[in-house]
């Protein structure tokens, strides 16, 4: 399931006069997987989503979903893919059920089937109590999880969110993000995750494109971002011990690789050939050793978000 690819970009790109809002994209998602879309407001996530959707044209390259093209046959697009935009619109005057009732329509979904489709798909995002109110009474979270809903109510094999947890309170954010990964492992719909929340992406997404200023300086799986991001730099670990670090030091000889170690703010900062953090631990158990702290600094993806989207920093 894994293996099949169900969105392609090659080179996609959009210009609008002087500006470049995607550049040279070069994409692969697959069946199945949460893809997230991280970077600043700006960066080029929306204009792809747009893209993908068949709603703006590109200046160049091309994108293939489902093994169609956005441009060319975008309805059957949207037949299977579920959109929901970062502020969503619904009838105010209308009960959730309702307008839920109108999607459905709208997409030729059979009305006898669609209330019980309805009925789960409330329970499922959190609105069963609510989905006979009008939306008017809705507060924003309740909206967002309407929208979710509405992505659904057609049973999508992908679905597009645009910052979806904007506005939902802590304990909202973690149903939806549960909801999400249940999409996906369960029922194996492809979730495409555009945000600019670097601890949300970094909980539920299986892999990352990091967009900085319409380019995607980064893709893969969380743990090999660093690595395409600072090729070349050397491995600078952190570690601390509960017991003090003495008897650490005096055995790191045991570890070939290291090559100097410095003591800061009650840490031991290694510089290494390679990633030595597994040794590390090993060595430190061997030993009784509590670790208390033990990172590989500027490879992870809190570095990366300081380094491009707090900084500024162009690739």
């Known amino acids: 399931m894994r293996n099949e690819k169900v969105i392609v970009t090659d080179k996609l790109t959009k210009r609008y006069a002087n500006i470049t809002a995607v550049e040279n994209l070069d994409l692969e998602i697959f069946k199945g997987e949460i893809f997230g879309l991280l970077g600043p407001n700006g960066a080029g996530k929306t204009t792809t989503i747009l893209m993908l959707l068949g709603l703006t044209e590109p200046t160049s390259g091309s994108a293939e979903v489902l093994g169609f093209d956005p441009t060319r046959s975008p309805l059957e697009v949207k037949r299977s893919v579920g ?46 109590d609510a989905i ?43 149903e939806v993000q549960d909801f999400i990964t249940r999409l996906s492992r369960e029922e194996g719909i492809t979730v495409i995750l555009s ?6 992406v970094q909980q539920i997404c299986d892999r990352v494109a990091i967009f900085v200023q319409g380019k ?31 008897v650490l030091r005096d055995n790191l000889q045991q570890i070939q690789g ?16 390679s990633d030595k953090r597994l040794e590390i631990a090993s060595l430190a158990q061997k030993n009784n050793l509590s670790l208390l702290h033990l990172r590989l600094r500027g490879y992870d993806l809190d570095d990366i978000y300081q380094r491009y989207f707090q900084g500024g920093e162009r690739p």
């Not at 945000?195 to 949300?200: D, E, I």
């Not at 290291?258 to 050939?273: A, G, R």
Request: proline share 5%; net charge negative.
């Open 258 to 273: 290291i090559e100097q170690w410095s003591e800061v703010e009650e840490k031991l900062v290694l510089t290494c050939c």
């Open 83 to 128: 959109y929901l935009p970062e502020r969503v619109g619904f009838y105010d005057h209308m009960t959730g059920r309702e307008n839920l009732c109108y999607i459905a329509a709208l997409n030729n979904i059979n009305s006898k089937a669609v209330m019980k489709k309805i009925d789960e798909l409330a329970e499922q995002v959190g609105l069963k």
């Open 195 to 200: 945000s600019h929340l670097l601890h949300q």
């Open 132 to 174: 006979n109110r009008k939306v008017g009474e809705y507060s924003h979270g309740m909206r967002q999880r309407l929208g979710l809903a509405s992505c659904l109510v057609k049973s999508p094999k992908i679905i597009i969110l645009d910052e979806p947890t904007v506005g939902i309170d802590p304990k909202g954010t973690r």
């Open 216 to 246: 995607v300086v980064a893709a893969g799986p969380i743990e090999s971002l660093g690595k395409q991001v600072m090729p070349g730099q050397p491995f600078i670990i952190e570690v601390q011990c509960a017991e003090g670090h003495d």
